[in-house]
């Protein structure tokens, strides 16, 4: 048997994962606080159903983020103790452990640098489909909203940055 | 450039007589005892026969499962997984149009995950096993799907699609035999053509369009402009039939890995609600779509760029000269054109109310399309305000 040690990470993959990290861990707080303030937001919070949980993952890294979403409109984060572990998630079973989290969506980065250019609004949410990189498990309907609300959410931090500027081709129109 | 993947493993053996060869294919993958898939109106033609009789002079034992609805749904797919284990069946050979090729899909995935309902399975990249041996042989020239990564199927408790993407999904082998889609009447040639067509032209201008896919693209519309009045005008001209297949699996392989767009969303949303048929709703939907992204200056310059390999003479016509808003508009008239002729012809309904579908359902069938998966690879959001006024415009 061979003991397989951990990569070696650069300074600047230290930075980019103490800051997705923070991120995560925000990520609840942040949904509840601008559901307040961004109709769109609002408009995706409520198209999902109170108790609905996803997850935000990044591989290879251990990174996650569970965040449920309460009656009154907010998210909470779901400690990874409490999430079920004996169902897939995102595959929409049931648990045996009736008191455990199911996950119903789950969006998992497919690495650090994916998931740190899309946090620090240096690649859209829309390229980073795009490009593949991220893969995703859940029901289709409810991942086209969360998709809609991250980018409404990442749009206020980072609508200045390149990648949010609408290119000379393209007019949107919503 | 842009990041992207593209992928296409599907062996393709084309052309007359391809079908002979379904017996070696079934060797080589050590298959033998496949689970045959179709549909019931295809054994009534004799469609199904002339695959089965394949088989029996080759002494390949079989099981037939020829139940699959135009609208599968979760429950076939998992009867027939079910049925492929009881039977003890080492692999499947599907014979028909998108359901059938779908279903199959579904089944093979859940038997790949050991029996797991196919519905957990939602989402993209989720499957990792590799399926049972599968070719697909398409009857119709439209969905692609014997090359695709998607499998989209009805939950008809909720009455919506819904669709599953995976690498593992693809069909190990398709067989493309013209003598297979020679019976099929003008109207159907005409709308699943059309649906190859929207595959092409969506996958063209997607989010994840790449220069590979790109390439599909534009060749399956070339192929398509060429072959599908043809094959509309005289069903037993195989030369056209055998462009046309080749072409829907071009435009196939394009969107299995480009995705598509608003058109998809709004029409898988009218199939999951008011059971309009695919092609029909894609011939349908498609110019309006086009117009309406022209008039909000979405794609503007990139549906010019596939001016001339729809309508050749119209981009001649323009000349070299022509500015890209003209190409544009010149491009959403040839769509407009196409359905006029098929509808003059051939009788193709062109209105969603010709199809009795209630003006007062438009709403509901907007909502679902903007959270339908497809949306999520157009350009722009769809808004709820857009995919009704898309609506409106076809109905």
Known sequence: ?174 | MKAFEFACPTKIIAGAHALDKLPDELADRGVEHPLVMTDAGLVKLGVAAKLTDVLDAAGVAYDLFDQVPPDSSMDVVNEVARLYAERGCDGFVAIGGGSVIDTTKGAAASLACEGVDFATLQGSEILHADLPPFVAVPTTAGTGSEVTLVAVVADTHKHAKLSFTSYKLVPHAAILDPALTSSLPPKLTATTGMDALTHAIEAYTSIQKNPVSDAFAVKAIELIAQNLPRACAQGDDADARANLALASLLAGAAFSNAMVGVVHALGHSLGGLCHIPHGQAMMMLLPHCVRFNLYHGVHAGVYGELLAHLAPNRAAELGPAAMPAERDLAFCDELFALNERYHRDYGVPLKLSELGVEHDQLAAVAKQARYDGAALYNEVEITLEDALEILEATY
């Open chain 1, 1 to 174: 048997m061979s003991d397989q040690t951990p990569p070696r990470r650069t300074a600047a993959q230290r930075f980019q994962a103490l800051y997705v990290r923070t991120l995560l861990r925000l990520l609840p707080h942040l949904l509840s606080l601008f559901r307040h303030t961004s109709p769109r937001i609002r408009a995706e919070v409520d198209y999902l159903a109170p108790g609905y949980t996803f997850m935000l993952s990044v591989r290879g890294t251990g990174l996650t983020c569970v965040c449920a979403r309460t009656a009154q409109g907010s998210f909470k984060r779901v400690p990874p103790r409490a999430v079920a572990c004996d169902v897939e998630p995102g595959s929409g079973l049931d648990s045996a452990d009736k008191g455990a989290a199911t996950v119903d969506y789950v969006i998992d980065f497919r690495s650090l640098a994916y998931a740190f250019l899309c946090f620090s609004g240096g690649m859209t949410l829309q390229d980073a489909l795009a490009q593949r990189a991220f893969s995703t498990r859940g029901p289709n309907d409810t991942g086209v909203a969360l998709t809609y609300m991250f980018t409404a959410l990442l749009k206020m931090f980072f609508g200045w940055r390149k990648a949010y500027r609408p290119s000379p081709s393209t007019t949107a129109t919503s």
